[in-house]
Nanobody
């Protein structure tokens, strides 16, 4: 089992930055890749970024490329998401996810993941 806990959410003005963290514990050696997802009220959950923990490959949604950066600290088993130039429409609950099984589809698909954190709220205001 893997446990995930996010932190770093909050309120920020449009154009501002936030850094989210996701601390993983438990059987972290089983993790193959991790990702960040977000869900705005009334909308479906969408994949934002993914990181392959056994290498350095990353994958980003087109909407965040050039503004968001996903990274991982192997020593502390912590996943980060640096978010810059935030937009109003990016207000959402941001969740961390981890996958311990091979998945042949997109790493931005929620179906790829079998562990989820409770989420942290990000609110972008004008």
């Amino acid at each position: 089992q893997v446990q995930l806990v996010e932190s770093g959410g909050g309120s920020v003005q449009a154009g501002g930055s936030l850094r989210l963290s996701c601390a993983a514990s438990g059987n972290t050696r089983s993790i193959l890749f991790m990702g960040w997802f977000r869900q705005a009220p009334g909308k479906e959950r969408e994949g934002v970024a993914a990181f392959y923990t056994r290498g350095t490959n990353t994958h980003y949604a087109d909407s965040v490329k050039g503004r968001f950066t996903i990274s991982h600290d192997n020593a502390t088993n912590t996943l980060y998401l640096q978010m810059n130039s935030l937009k109003l429409e990016e207000t959402a609950m941001y969740s961390c996810a981890a996958a311990s099984r091979v998945y042949f589809g997109s790493s931005l698909s929620e179906n790829a993941y079998n562990y989820w954190g409770p989420g942290t709220q990000v609110t972008v205001s004008s």
